[in-house]
């Protein structure tokens, strides 16, 4: 994230649309009198373990402030299904007190740090605010209101008075001005780091909001909205999918790039599809077979996943889009196979890709390669390379055929190398 130039202005009003859900076992957040914040915390049934030993873990930093993460009560309950009516699963409530994130005189809101090159700068949102709150600080993070000393510093705290003004404090004088060691600053925003604003460590792998713990229901819905834009998902537009991802998460620009802006601004424009259809996910999802529907399958049982599960989720909703994207199309038209050739046999000619459509084998990765001869013959290619030719394109093929499939109306394909061409070829045989 590089520090912007002086002429940047930040424009609040980029388009990221609130994102309650991201955050949905997340609630109740109160401020208690004597500055401790108490609020609940939704976990499916075993994570409230995780919790626990995370909040352990805590406690270890804490312990040598005088602070500590206390878990106040454990609540028990079922509630139904996103995905199967009549199906209960077991939720847990999590109720917990965390220190105070104020000093004497003011109330936390970020924090800036010199990055590593000495030139960029890390911001840290605390407490629930945004790197909206940081940003009109940016061009002086490194000056301090309170010494009022200018030079060249490493890091800085950014406070917000009892009169609302905000300040930027020195590190070294946080003690001074706020009655608060830095390492104690740092230590109390790690419960908030770990329960609140959750987010990878590593921000880049998911944009600069993201969160570490999913909500599955929003996760799905939002890779739904994605996967419509694009009719489906597949290795060819992983990163574009991606991206949108990131951006429908609230990832933001920083100096003159508008690239997150104009992909939400698509969205913005755009005409809502139609509803989810969350029986007909299920259905297609839990009928599928291969150890990559059983992890999407397992992960959609969750009410909230692990940050690390997100592609998979991604690639399960992009390929039930692109199946009731297709499936009609293929009703209507008249499949055929090759007229001729037989196993073994070495064919060239040339034809449309239609789709292409991956999946997981207990020997790697694989392809589906759905291709529409210029015949109008269908042919299906099982492919294991890393690169593969992409849907909509027209290439001369030379292939060598396993299965003439009178029942699916289709020619099994093995072996084929794909030349892209726009010349019209006409099918021979070699």
């Not at 809101?109 to 030139?119: T, V």
């Not at 992983?238 to 992909?263: C, E, M, V």
Request: aromatic share 10%; hydrophobic share 35%.
């Amino acid at each position: 994230m590089a520090q912007a130039s002086d002429d940047y202005e930040y424009d609040p009003d980029d388009g990221i649309d609130p994102i309650p859900h991201a955050h949905a076992r997340v609630g109740d957040k109160v401020t208690l009198e004597n500055g401790r914040i108490r609020f609940t915390l939704l976990c499916d049934d075993g994570q409230d373990e995780e919790v626990e030993a995370l909040a352990k873990r805590l406690n270890k930093r804490l312990a040598k402030f005088g602070q500590s993460l206390d878990i106040i009560s454990k609540q028990v309950s079922e509630v139904e299904s996103y995905w199967k009516p009549g199906k209960m699963d077991r939720v847990i409530k999590l109720t917990l007190e965390t220190p105070p994130m104020s000093g004497k005189k003011a109330k936390l809101i970020g924090s800036f740090e010199r990055a590593e090159d000495g030139e960029q700068v890390y911001r840290y949102a605390f407490d629930g605010h945004t790197e909206a709150d940081l940003e009109p600080f940016l061009g002086r993070w490194s000056d301090c209101d309170h010494c009022q000393k200018s030079r060249q510093r490493n890091a800085t705290f950014l406070c917000e008075t009892e009169e609302g003004e905000r300040v930027l404090i020195g590190r070294q004088c946080s003690m001074d001005y706020l009655g608060l060691d830095p390492s104690d600053i740092l230590a109390r925003h790690a419960v908030f780091y770990e329960f609140l604003n959750e987010r990878e460590s590593d921000a880049e792998y998911f944009g600069p909001r993201a969160p570490r713990m999913m909500d599955m229901e929003y996760l799905v819905m939002t890779a739904y909205r994605v996967a419509k834009r694009y009719g489906g998902y597949s290795k060819d537009i992983k990163g574009d999918f991606l991206d949108d991802i990131d951006a429908l998460y609230g990832a933001r620009d920083y100096g003159r790039s508008t690239f997150y802006k104009d992909i939400r601004r698509w969205y913005r424009e755009a005409p809502a599809p139609e509803p989810l259809d969350k029986l007909a996910l299920a259905d297609y999802v839990f009928n599928q077979r291969g150890n990559f529907w059983a992890d999407v399958q397992i992960a959609l049982e969750m009410r909230s996943v692990r940050l690390k599960r997100r592609n998979i989720i991604i690639a399960g909703i992009g390929l039930f889009v692109g199946r009731r994207e297709t499936k009609p199309k293929e009703e209507k038209a008249v499949q055929k196979r090759m007229a001729e050739g037989v196993k073994d046999q070495r064919v060239d000619f040339v034809g449309t890709i239609v789709r292409t459509t991956p999946y997981e084998t207990d020997f790697g990765p694989k392809t589906v390669i759905v291709i529409l001869t210029d015949k109008g013959e269908t042919c299906v290619h099982f492919s294991a390379k890393e690169h593969n030719p992409e849907a909509g394109k027209r290439y001369a093929i030379r292939a060598t055929i396993t299965k003439q499939d009178d029942e699916k109306q289709q020619t099994v394909l093995a072996r084929a190398v794909y030349t892209e061409t726009t010349q019209g070829e006409l099918f021979a045989t070699a």
